[in-house]
């Protein structure tokens, strides 16, 4: 048995999972051991949670950076399960978001790719720099243990040079690494290779399109298991619209508020990430708040729902113009796995293209994998749920079994 610590870094957050995966013959068994997160790290008083299979333990306490949270996690796992003082994680995964054109694949750590993680900072300013102190932190605390990191963007090297290639001066493009790298990645990889996996299909052989759903969302057209196209960009705005962030908009929108609203550049980036999407339309974020609301009559939540789907259904009908034809519409994510009337919004209209839900089997609650589409529907609708932590394990065994 093999167990895989997963750390993701936020700039003050820390959450974590610890895996065992086995092999028996030709069959795998993953399993979650533990799991947890400590919030408000740098504040006055952080909150470490820790479960297991048997209980959730919480604890509040100040915690000045991420060696500490570390540190408190090591703590965690003495206390409540399981001691990791006597066996070690075999691997420490980390989840990277930018991994620029560097990196295809997962790679274990060296002081070169930490070199190149600081580098791609000027790609994610507000992340890189945290999966790095996640991944300084874990070297501390775990000395001698490998560490892998696995990169959001990783999935998404092998579009084709028409698919991230933005049409601006090409010299400049070249200077500043400006082109689509697409996010969500190790989501879009792990749901790809479920879905072949419930269809009882060879991933080579199927053409589908994800939709990573949640507070941040994005598209993902898969042909052969190879993102093909994705609807993030150089950055995770650019796409769907989201709780906060707008997605799609004319660039010039951002000279037009310049002149005529005086916006600086960072009360420009600030309306476009942090005050866009559905809480620009709406004052809330929270997807359940809005349907809440338009369900209630409230027309500012009804007309943000039909942006939400329409700009889905957009790119719905592009990628399936791009794959040239569809086997497979899966959802996933928080909004993608919990909300039928929000599935069935997504795709209505969309029958002639050989999407349909089955009203019955889309309201019918379940965190498995299911198909949502009538029986013998031409293309299959499914739910898929999502785990980016096993996806990172799986991906750092397989480098530490490879490369050591």
Not at 40 to 51: F, P, Q, T, Y
Not at 149 to 154: E, G, Q
Not at 265 to 270: F, Q, R, S, V
Request: aromatic share 4%; hydrophobic share 45%.
């Amino acid at each position: 048995m093999t167990t895989a610590l997963v750390i993701n870094s936020g700039s003050s957050s820390l959450k974590y999972q610890l895996i065992a995966v086995a092999e028996s013959g030709s069959s795998i068994a993953e399993r979650t051991l533990a799991s947890g997160m400590i919030d408000r790290i740098g504040e006055a008083i952080s909150v470490a949670k820790h479960s297991t299979s048997a209980d959730t333990f919480e604890t509040e306490r100040s915690v000045a950076d991420h060696t500490e949270a570390l540190a408190v996690v090591r703590d965690a796992f003495a206390t409540w399960g399981p001691d990791l003082s006597d066996a070690p994680p075999g691997v420490i995964g980390h989840r990277v978001v930018h991994g620029g054109n560097e990196f295809s694949s997962a790679a274990l750590v060296t002081d070169d790719v930490i070199h190149s993680i600081e580098r791609l900072s000027a790609l994610a300013p507000l992340h890189n720099p945290a999966n790095l102190e996640g991944i300084r932190a874990a070297g501390k605390a775990f000395p001698g243990v490998p560490q892998v990191a696995v990169f959001d963007t990783a999935f998404h090297q092998t579009l084709p040079a028409h698919a991230y290639t933005y049409a601006i001066d090409a010299e400049l493009a070249a200077a500043h690494n400006i082109r689509r790298y697409g996010f969500h990645g190790t989501s879009h990889k792990y749901v790809a290779g479920q879905t072949a996996k419930f269809l009882g299909k060879p991933v080579e052989e199927l053409r589908m399109i994800v939709l990573h759903l949640g507070n941040g969302a994005s598209a993902t057209a898969v042909s052969a298991g190879r993102s093909v196209d994705t609807s993030m960009g150089l950055t995770p705005l650019e796409g769907l619209v989201m709780g906060t962030r707008s997605g799609d908009i004319d660039p010039a929108l951002l000279f037009h508020l310049h002149r005529e609203a005086g916006l600086d550049i960072g009360e420009l980036d600030t309306l476009l990430n942090r005050r866009s999407g559905l809480l620009g339309l709406t004052g809330t974020g929270d997807m359940r708040d809005v349907q809440n609301a338009a369900e209630a009559g409230d027309e500012r939540a009804v007309a943000a729902l039909d942006v939400w789907a329409h700009r889905i259904r957009h790119y719905i009908g592009a990628y399936i113009a791009e794959l040239g034809g569809l086997d497979a519409l899966v959802f996933t994510a928080g909004v993608g796995e919990n909300n039928a009337r929000l599935r069935a919004r997504a795709v209505a209209g969309l029958e002639f293209l050989g999407l349909e839900i089955d009203a019955t089997r889309n309201e019918h609650a379940s965190r498995e994998e299911r198909a949502v589409s009538p029986i013998g529907a031409r293309v299959a609708v499914l739910v898929v749920p999502t785990n980016e932590e096993l996806e990172i394990a799986r991906q750092s065994i397989s480098v530490v079994e490879t490369t050591l």
